[in-house]
């Protein structure tokens, strides 16, 4: 579903703060399964996590979803991607305080012009698969951590993305709650979706759910982790 080719990503090129964050990495993900980038901070897989969702560009290399090169697509037609085709879960959830879950959830969808009745019927479906229908008119700010999650999931697929990115999405729950996310994924494997999650927590790393692990040093794959 993504490939990508010698792809590096250096930071202030050309001057003296230069930092490459990853280095020609060549790495294939395929569709409908987990695939977790393992590491150390400051390994790349941040980096690499925010190229592979087209929220940044490299250096230079190339990346394709699926057929298609995403490059050196103009901005406009990489956002479009990204609202359409990507769905992100940030470390920090990045929800908006002082707006109920239900708005949170619905957000993403309303600049694709689709009915505001549909879109609310897919959130809805999905604050009840995701088991948040009670919070559906609570400020977001008055949740627990595993809750916050759990919206900032169904924000993430409220689009239909095919790839759902994670970014050390257990960094700040239990080992119980860390299950539950790692339950959620595995689910929406099930129901054909691709996603790839950055984390350093061993639990996620070695879930078994997860299908692929591609582990980082310093920018560069530490293993062969090239996927057919």
Same mark, same amino acid.
């Given at each position: 579903?993504?490939?990508?080719?010698?792809?590096?990503?250096?930071?202030?090129?050309?001057? +003296?703060?230069?930092?490459?964050?990853?280095?020609?990495? $060549?790495?294939?993900?395929?569709?409908?399964?987990?695939?977790?980038?393992?590491?150390?901070?400051?390994?790349?897989?941040?980096?690499?996590?925010?190229?592979? !969702?087209?929220?940044? @560009?490299? $250096? +230079? !290399? @190339?990346?394709?979803?699926?057929?298609?090169?995403?490059?050196?697509?103009?901005?406009?037609?990489?956002?479009?991607?990204?609202?359409?085709?990507?769905?992100?879960?940030?470390?920090?959830?990045?929800?908006?305080?002082?707006?109920?879950?239900?708005?949170?959830?619905?957000?993403?969808?309303?600049?694709?012009?689709?009915?505001?009745?549909?879109?609310? @019927?897919? &959130?809805?479906?999905?604050?009840?698969? %995701?088991?948040?229908?009670?919070?559906?008119?609570?400020?977001?700010?008055?949740?627990?951590?595993?809750?916050?999650?759990?919206?900032?999931?169904?924000?993430?697929?409220?689009?239909?993305?095919? %790839?759902?990115? &994670? =970014?050390?999405?257990?960094?700040?729950? =239990?080992?119980?709650?860390?299950?539950?996310?790692?339950?959620?994924?595995?689910?929406?494997?099930?129901?054909?979706?691709?996603?790839?999650?950055?984390?350093?927590?061993?639990?996620?790393?070695?879930?078994? &759910?997860?299908?692929?692990?591609?582990?980082?040093?310093?920018?560069?794959?530490? $293993?062969? &982790?090239?996927?057919?």
């Amino acid at each position: 579903m993504i490939r990508l080719n010698a792809v590096t990503k250096t930071y202030a090129a050309g001057s +003296s703060r230069s930092h490459t964050a990853v280095d020609r990495v $060549t790495l294939g993900i395929t569709g409908e399964r987990i695939t977790v980038l393992q590491g150390p901070s400051g390994s790349g897989k941040t980096t690499l996590l925010s190229l592979i !969702g087209g929220m940044a @560009r490299p $250096t +230079s !290399g @190339r990346i394709f979803f699926g057929e298609r090169e995403i490059t050196s697509l103009p901005e406009r037609f990489l956002a479009e991607l990204r609202r359409r085709q990507v769905g992100f879960v940030f470390q920090n959830y990045h929800l908006i305080r002082g707006v109920n879950v239900l708005e949170n959830v619905i957000l993403p969808a309303l600049p694709l012009g689709e009915p505001f009745k549909a879109v609310r @019927r897919r &959130a809805e479906e999905l604050m009840a698969q %995701l088991e948040i229908t009670r919070l559906a008119t609570l400020p977001v700010q008055h949740l627990s951590g595993g809750e916050q999650q759990r919206v900032a999931i169904a924000r993430a697929l409220i689009n239909r993305p095919s %790839l759902l990115i &994670a =970014d050390e999405p257990t960094a700040h729950l =239990d080992s119980d709650l860390s299950e539950q996310f790692m339950a959620i994924v595995a689910d929406l494997k099930e129901r054909g979706h691709t996603v790839v999650i950055a984390s350093h927590d061993p639990m996620v790393c070695r879930h078994r &759910a997860v299908d692929t692990v591609v582990s980082l040093h310093d920018g560069r794959l530490a $293993t062969d &982790a090239a996927v057919a």
